[in-house]
């Protein structure tokens, strides 16, 4: 390979790498999430769905994980097993369906 190529492969490799760099950093944005609102149930999870998909969050782990403030501890023994424990898509879905029977 001549000076010319080497460098050309050089440069696009730079320039892959700071998109991918700056995609992972956007994905990796803190959802803005509105406090529980326990009068208005379906629309709290309308908007936190959307503020969780503004950032790409898409695990329910880190889900859960910016949830864990939004919630008082100790004050629902369900919804604490749901922050604390396994994080599923289920878990997630079930965690919807509690909220909504609770409080909708």
């Known amino acids: 390979m001549d000076e010319a190529t080497i460098q050309r492969l050089m440069e696009a490799a730079i320039t892959a790498t700071q ?49 864990d403030s939004k919630f008082e501890v100790n004050a629902d023994p369900i919804i604490d097993g749901f922050l604390f424990g396994e994080a599923t898509e289920d878990s997630w879905k079930d965690f919807l369906d509690y909220l909504r029977t609770r409080h909708g």
Do not use: G, M
Request: proline content about 6%; overall charge positive.
């Open 19 to 67: 998109r991918s760099n700056t995609q992972h950093v956007q994905t990796l944005r803190k959802p803005d999430l509105p406090v529980f609102d326990k009068n208005n149930v379906e629309i709290w999870i309308r908007r936190v769905e959307a503020a969780y998909t503004r950032v790409n969050c898409t695990s329910p782990a880190l889900k859960f994980a910016h949830l």
